[in-house]
């Protein structure tokens, strides 16, 4: 079992950039695949990035694509969202997944989220 707590969600404008954070606890984090999902108003929780266990193939929302980046770093037992040209539409909490099988929404573990708001 793995826990998983983010950080670094705030207040940006459009065009900023902010990086969020989740710190997994236990020995085991390289056997999870890691995600970011985010939660719009009113909207459903959708997909937003991805890396793998060993953090060598990493996938992306089209939304998001060339703009965010997912990493890893297992001596930290933390995974990354780098997001950078935000914009309004980006204003979600987001969430951080694990799972022993490929990330999705179906995910067994999940973070309490980090609210990320971008203004006009």
């Known amino acids: 079992q793995v826990q998983l707590v983010e950080s670094g969600g705030g207040l940006v404008q459009a065009g900023g950039s902010l990086r969020l954070s989740c710190a997994a606890s236990g020995r085991t984090f390289n056997m999870y695949d890691m995600g970011w999902f985010r939660r719009a108003p009113g909207k459903e929780r959708e997909f937003v990035a991805a890396?793998?266990?060993?953090?060598?193939?990493?996938r992306y929302a089209i939304s998001v694509r060339g703009r965010f980046t997912i990493s890893r770093d297992s001596a930290k037992n933390t995974v990354y969202l780098q997001m950078n040209s935000l914009k309004p539409e980006d204003t979600a909490v987001y969430y951080c997944?694990?799972?022993?099988?490929?990330?999705?929404?179906?995910?067994?573990?999940w973070g309490q989220g980090t609210q990320v708001t971008v203004s006009s």
């Open positions: 997944a694990a799972d022993r099988a490929v990330v999705s929404l179906t995910s067994p573990y």
């Open positions: 890396v793998t266990l060993s953090g060598g193939r990493t």
